[in-house]
Structure formats: structure tokens, C-alpha cells
């Protein structure tokens, strides 16, 4: 980054970035990103839909990958908010280099009924990464559906068996929470009351996929298209399981790689009509049809997975 603008480097000494992007003038937000499979499968998710003419509002944006997307599928107005400002300086610092005039960002927070009163309707709502990282899941899947015609979620998802058919939610034992989504609490509220424990980013509640479709049915939501971010892995979840239970039994903190297999990412697409961004009779790609030439991917080095 040594011939990064004054701005790139600036917002770069502030908040490290999560995102590769390659800006005009060649420098490049993150060094030799891999692209990781998380984000190659909400990639895959995102470009199987038709987004012509739509209005897309991305929850919890970060530094607007997932926004920047959307806009080049043909979006008419794209809106990208997250909590976190210095996210926001990102992606808009993005948005102005690149050239993308069909796409803004904002602060704000979906759960708050205030700001929530001030947005139009959309035609799709997008929340990656969301749903675990909120404390109350339920009304956040309310506050979602109720400004959206379409919503496409990805969460950390409670994988047991018959997952996908129970109402089922799990509450992590260790971690600390994350505290940004607490109500009312600060950060060093947080961290007194929790002192030396690791943060967990997915620390609040792991829903089974058969609990979010149950909520989001009785919100009008008609149509649900799943698949599993990590497929193929039924038999290791197992073990997981099964070595998480032996740790409860013998008074034993499970470790980050037990607590893992006890969950797994999942897309779900949500519709109130079939065939609002899904065209009829598709489904989700098994992985992206194409790269943006601004979204700088390397060879080697550490992988993006958000």
C-alpha cells in the first residue's frame, strides 16, 4: 500500500478492511485476498437472482462488497447501512473511486423503529452474517420482512439432525458477546462485565433453518430457496457433536473447533411472491459466474470469508 492515496491510508490507519478492492490509481484496499468460500458462495446466491430495475437495501453492508454486486446486476438504487461508521467512510470511499453512482451508504440500524420509519419499501433485502449477531433473532427477521418484498439471509445456523424441518435456537456457552448489538450496553460496560473472556462474533443464538422459515412464514414469506454455504459435511458435524456433548458431560468448556462443528452457515432466499428476484424455476448457482474487475483477487495470502 505504499502508493495508496492519502484517503486509503487514512481510513486504513483508522479500521483495518476486510474487503479487496482495486481502485483506480492500482493500489488495492487488502493485500492478496484469496476469495474464501463464504464469500464465493453469497457471490454464487447473489448473481443467480435478477435484480433489473430493483431496489436492494444490504443490512449490515460493512465496506459494500455485496452492494457494490448488486449495482452491477442492474439494481436502479442499491442502499447499503451499517452500525459502524468507519465501514461506511470505507464503502463510500469506494463507491466514489470506482465510479458507482447507483449505490449509496448510510449509518443506521434496522432495529430501530425511528430509522426504520424513514426507508421505502425494497425489492430485495440482503442480511449476511446477521441473524446470530443480533441478541433478539425474531424481531430482527420482523424488522426485515417488513420493509422487504424479498429477503436473503445467511447465518450461522444450528446443524443438527432434522435441523432444516425443527423450530429449534442454541445459545453458545463461551465468548464474549459482541458488543456493538447489545442494547443500551457500551463497549467497556461490556468488557467489565466480561473481562478476559474472547469475543465471539456469533455469540448470541444459532437458529435451526426450520425456526427461520416458521418465523418468516408467519410474516407473509411464501417461498424459501435454502442451501448450505458448507455442504457435504454431515458426518464431521456429527463428530462434533458428539465430542461437544462428552465435553458438557465431563464439566469442560468445548473448544472453538467443538462449538464449530455444532453449527453451520446457511443462504436462505425468502420471497412473499415466487419469482420477485428468483427467476421461475431457478435456483442458486454452485459458484460465482464472474468477478467484478474492481474486487482484487490474489493468488495466495490470507482468504476473505465475510
Not at 478476559?196 to 435451526?208: E, I, M, N, T
Not at 454431515?234 to 468445548?254: D, H, I, K, N, V
Request: proline share 6%.
Amino acid at each position: 500500500m505504499s502508493h495508496a492515496s492519502p484517503d486509503l491510508q487514512r481510513l486504513t490507519a483508522t479500521q483495518g478492511w476486510q474487503q479487496s478492492f482495486r481502485l483506480p490509481d492500482g493500489s488495492v484496499t487488502r493485500e492478496m485476498t484469496r476469495l474464501g468460500p463464504g464469500v464465493a458462495g453469497k457471490l454464487a446466491a447473489l448473481q443467480s437472482l435478477d435484480l433489473r430495475g430493483k431496489r436492494v437495501l444490504d443490512m449490515g453492508c460493512s465496506e459494500g462488497l455485496y452492494a457494490f454486486y448488486a449495482a452491477a446486476q442492474g439494481a436502479e438504487e442499491v442502499v447499503g447501512v451499517d452500525i459502524d461508521p468507519h465501514r461506511i467512510d470505507k464503502a463510500t470511499f469506494v463507491a466514489d473511486s470506482i465510479g458507482v453512482d447507483n449505490v449509496r451508504f448510510e449509518v443506521g440500524d434496522v432495529l430501530d423503529r425511528t430509522y426504520r420509519a424513514g426507508l421505502s419499501p425494497f425489492d430485495l433485502v440482503i442480511a449476511w452474517g446477521f441473524l446470530h449477531r443480533v441478541p433478539d433473532p425474531f424481531n430482527a427477521l420482523v424488522a426485515l420482512g417488513s420493509i422487504g418484498q424479498a429477503m436473503s439471509l445467511e447465518w450461522d445456523a444450528l446443524a443438527v439432525p432434522f435441523a432444516s424441518r425443527l423450530s429449534l435456537a442454541s445459545h453458545p456457552t463461551g465468548g464474549e458477546f459482541e458488543w456493538k448489538n447489545i442494547a443500551g450496553m457500551s463497549r467497556d460496560e461490556v468488557a467489565e462485565n466480561l473481562k478476559g473472556k474472547q469475543v465471539d462474533r456469533a455469540s448470541f443464538w444459532h437458529l435451526s433453518p426450520g425456526a427461520v422459515e416458521a418465523i418468516v412464514r408467519r410474516l407473509g414469506f411464501a417461498s424459501f430457496v435454502r442451501h448450505d454455504r458448507h455442504a457435504g459435511q454431515r458426518r464431521e458435524r456429527m463428530t462434533g457433536m458428539l465430542r461437544r456433548t462428552a465435553s458438557s458431560a465431563l464439566g469442560r468448556t468445548p473448544t472453538d473447533s467443538e462449538r464449530g462443528w455444532f453449527r453451520k452457515r446457511v443462504i436462505m432466499l425468502c420471497e412473499r411472491r415466487p419469482g420477485t428476484v428468483l427467476p421461475p424455476g431457478g435456483s442458486p448457482y454452485a459458484s460465482p459466474t464472474w468477478i467484478a474487475p474492481w474486487h482484487h483477487i490474489g493468488s495466495d495470502g490470507e482468504a476473505s470469508d465475510e
